[in-house]
């Protein structure tokens, strides 16, 4: 009969997968085991699983430390496997699997799998994180009051991107830890590309702010693309270093991009004082080629203007 | 020789006539003379003080709006009282209030009619020997000599500029002439022997209105006086010749009128500056004081050029909006005066102008007085990738009529030449 042992960590992660196709196969720390195990907790003959004709039986051979079933807190002597039991023992513990065992649904490859692959070539790879130091770059330069020369410029681009470069690093280095594939130039290929998208969409929000009046309440709808973008990232982060469900990916991500930004939401909350006697408007203004939009008449605006008044009044009523 | 040693006895014996005089009208006057104390119910103390006198012979006085502003903003913290040239104390009544002129009546009891000071019926003439009264500093009442110089021409609400010392303590005391009428209050100093006056007509007229209707309520009187001010303010303005200049590259307009001035700076001789930089500020000079966190009536404009030298429009422009990003009000105002702002943006250009702008417009509304707003505007033009004209100014405690023909006259007197 054939059973298929794995041996699993504490937290049900995979170590190694065995099948056997004898009657009985032993476990414990003696070299003459079938499985040999390291943990100084586990007996040299620990226990064994033996095939009675009829069903797979664990016994204990009179182990000092014992054998546990699933969550179960009794020691056990003899036990009839179902499959899918996890017997403890030590600090080790393994999972017994028959052969007709369900599995899971095939996992059709996700729709970014393309998205990912084009990302990882490393024509794309290398343009990213060079269009990325640059702009790194670019934005020193113009926080600069004064001129910048191009040394200073290179230092600041490759620091940044460097900086930036852990993050990727960082969730691939967690991945390995957490025994699958680290994966390290997909992350960074991925990470790049949607830093990039970041930048694009700060330029796209203020081309919109610039161009289009207040009487647009569309301005704060585009605040919600950096919302986004950093989703996106986390997800595909984690689609590509950790093997989970689609569900589980989705809720991880969520929560990790709602502490990001309901964590600086709320701070801003807390800092900001009960009255203000300062003007909070959109000053936004871009070169001459970044406008779009046409001009509206002193008549439009001085009436758009004057609807301000009503509005205030109000709140000046209600503040009272 | 024997000229200068005559010029010199005769202005000796009128030194000493003058001191003769003073030491006359103060003993003269002196039981009509008042310090008006300002005291707070919860410590019992004096918070402010200032000096008054008595107008009629049942006990109304005349004093600055400043000195019980805090009564007539917050009646349920303070009290007001009075203490005479003998030392006694007793409580006051707050009657009606000039918050433009910066003045007051308040009220004592009376037993019996006493004397009181004479509202001159004419203005002095101009070098004419004058007599200020008050309690500088709590020293106890004392009389300053000095002159009359006119009325100062930058100020839009009448002031008489007096040469010699009015110090603090002695705002809402009379100034007089030799015959002992009130010419004018103090109100005001610039430090070295310039004073401001409030002439007396100033008085009159409050005066009259309060035998008129002695029942005001003083948060609607203060309404109407700043409702009427900014009226007559903005109008004359509007109505004022608005002079083309050219800043930089720019047309701008400065309005012509006495009582707003302008200045001028430039970082043209800073070499190495990446930008040159040229502004142009006016503004009215005074403004009305409602309580000690809330002033109005304020006005200002601020034209500003910039050039880039060796920049990239890019980084010009980066740097040209932090210098847009930041207006703020020109007059202080606290939360129980004010709602916060609101504001309104949008990309402009005036069918008369050849100039592009990104323009801001916001404002603010007043609690106590309805229909009253701060303003405040700022454009900046985007349509040269190298120079850069922001045109800014804010208006306090105006009409929406008044802001809005303002803005527009505004905004249609700026362009490129």
Redesign the interface.
């Known amino acids: 009969m054939e059973i298929i042992i794995e041996e699993i960590n504490r937290g049900k992660k995979l170590l190694h997968r065995h099948k056997f196709l004898t009657q009985k196969i032993t476990i414990g720390r003696s070299y003459h085991n079938d499985i040999i195990l390291a943990d100084p907790h586990v007996c040299p003959e620990h226990l064994s699983i033996e095939y009675t004709g009829e069903h797979w039986v664990v016994k204990d051979h009179n182990s000092i430390n014992g054998c546990y079933i699933n969550s179960g807190k009794q020691k056990v002597v003899r036990h009839i496997v179902k499959s899918g039991d996890i017997i403890r023992f030590g600090k080790s513990q393994i999972r017994l699997i028959l052969p007709d065992h369900p599995i899971s649904e095939t996992l059709a490859f996700s729709s970014f799998e393309g998205f990912i692959d084009l990302m990882r070539n490393p024509l794309i790879l290398s343009f990213n994180i060079l269009f990325f130091a640059f702009i790194a770059g670019m934005m020193f ?3 600069q ?3 910048v020369n191009p040394t200073q410029f290179i230092v600041k681009a490759v620091g940044v991107t460097l900086m930036f470069a852990t993050w990727p690093l960082l969730i691939a280095m967690i991945s390995h830890l957490n025994k699958h594939e680290a994966r390290i130039f997909t992350q960074l290929a991925i990470s790049f590309a949607l830093f990039n998208l970041m930048w694009l969409s700060d330029v796209f929000e203020s081309i919109v702010e ?2 289009l ?3 647009w309440p569309i301005a704060s709808i585009i605040t919600l693309l950096p919302i986004a973008l950093t989703f996106a990232l986390i997800w595909l982060n984690f689609y590509i270093g950790f093997q989970m469900s689609e569900r589980r990916r989705t809720i991880i991500a969520l929560s990790i991009t709602a502490v990001l930004f309901g964590g600086g939401y709320i701070l801003q909350l807390s800092k900001q004082p ?16 970044f ?1 779009f ?10 009436s ?6 009503a ?3 109000k ?2 009523q209600k ?2 | 020789m024997k000229g200068f040693i005559t010029l010199l006895l005769f202005s000796l014996s009128s030194f000493a006539y003058a001191t003769e005089q003073a030491e006359q009208i103060f003993h003269q006057l002196a039981p009509s003379l008042y310090q008006i104390r300002l005291i707070d119910n919860a410590s019992g103390e004096k918070s402010s003080i200032g000096s008054g006198f008595q107008i009629t012979a049942d006990g109304l006085i005349a004093t600055n709006y400043h000195v019980v502003s805090g009564f007539a903003q917050h009646p349920n913290k303070y009290h007001l009282e009075y203490l005479d040239h003998l030392g006694n104390k007793a409580p006051l009544t707050l009657e009606s209030v000039d918050v433009i002129n910066d003045l007051a009546l308040v009220k004592r009891q009376t037993k019996s009619t006493m004397p009181y000071f004479h509202i001159a019926s004419h203005a002095p003439i101009r070098g004419e020997e004058i007599y200020s009264l008050g309690n500088p500093h709590d020293l106890g009442m004392i009389v300053v000599p000095g002159t009359y110089n006119g009325l100062k021409i930058e100020s839009f609400n009448d002031r008489i500029h007096f040469t010699g010392s009015v110090n603090s303590g002695m705002s809402g005391g009379p100034v007089v002439n030799k015959k002992a009428e009130v010419v004018g209050i103090n109100v005001a100093t610039s430090g070295n022997q310039i004073g401001f006056l409030v002439p007396s007509d100033k008085l009159l007229a409050l005066f009259n209105n309060y035998k008129k209707n002695s029942s005001q309520n003083i948060d609607q009187q203060i309404s109407t006086q700043l409702m009427a001010n900014q009226k007559k303010l903005i109008s004359t303005l509007l109505k004022s010749p608005w002079q083309k200049k050219t800043l930089g590259s720019a047309i701008i307009s400065t309005i012509d009128v006495p009582f707003i001035r302008c200045w001028g700076e430039s970082n043209a001789d800073k070499a190495d500056a ?1 930008a040159l930089l040229v502004v142009t500020n006016c503004a009215l000079d005074d403004n009305t004081y409602i309580s000690s966190d809330f002033f109005t009536n304020s006005i200002d404009i601020e034209f500003k050029y910039m050039r880039s030298k ?1 920049l990239s ?3 010009f ?5 932090q210098h ?6 020109n007059n202080r ?3 129980n005066d ?14 008369n102008s050849n100039m ?12 106590k007085f ?2 009253l ?1 701060d303003v ?1 505007f700022i454009s ?1 033009s ?4 190298d120079q850069a004209l922001i045109s800014h100014f804010t208006l306090a405690g105006v009409s ?1 009529n008044s802001a ?1 023909a303002f ?2 006259k505004f ?2 007197s700026i362009a490129w030449k």
């Open positions: 330069y113009l926080n009051p004064s001129e610039f161009n009046s207040s009487n009960e009255f203000s006697s300062r003007p909070d408007y959109d000053a936004t203004i871009m070169t001459p080629t406008k939009a046409a001009s509206s008449s002193v008549d439009k605006f001085i758009d203007s004057s609807k301000l008044f509005k205030v009044e709140s000046a503040q009272k | 990446v060796k429009d890019l980084k422009y980066h740097l040209y909006q847009i990003s930041n207006a703020g009000p105002a606290s939360k004010v709602s916060e702002y609101q504001c309104h943006h949008d990309l402009v250009k005036a069918s592009n702008t990104k323009s801001i417009f916001c404002t603010r509304a007043y609690k309805p229909k707003f405040l900046a985007i349509d040269k990738g929406q809005m803005t527009k905004m249609e």
